[in-house]
Nanobody
């Protein structure tokens, strides 16, 4: 399974970006998927997650109300819509997929629940 992330860039504070992650190799429609980010000098953290069906979502507190995660299983694609971006959102963003695990497990275990990682896409927000 390969995950291909795209959509990062350099933007000003208050701007929007949409990240996309397309999977190939086999469908992950039965697996929770998430977006992690890693800022310089910090640990990789789970930013948002979505259940296999897309019906359940999770957001870390710092992005609630600004980011929206969604998925289109017919297109094998997961999106992260990021609005009202702040300089503290600057990081490399990674899409990540579990192998048949639930969103609850992804939330509970974080990186340990991830079976497949995308290559990362860089987001830089200037003030």
């Amino acid at each position: 399974v390969q995950l291909q992330a795209s959509g990062g860039g350099l933007v000003q504070a208050g701007s929007c970006l949409r990240l996309s992650c397309t999977t190939s190799g086999r469908t992950l429609s039965n697996s929770a998927v998430g977006w992690f980010r890693q800022a310089s000098g910090k640990e990789r953290e789970l930013v948002a997650g979505v259940s296999a069906s897309g019906g359940l979502t999770y957001y870390t507190d710092s992005v609630k109300g600004r980011f929206t995660i969604s998925r289109d299983n017919a297109k094998n694609t997961v999106y992260l819509q990021m609005n009202s971006l702040k300089p503290e959102d600057t990081a490399i963003y990674y899409c990540a997929a579990t192998n048949g695990r639930s969103l609850a497990v992804l939330r509970a275990l974080g990186r340990k629940a991830v079976e497949y990682w995308g290559q990362g896409t860089e987001v830089t927000v200037s003030s």
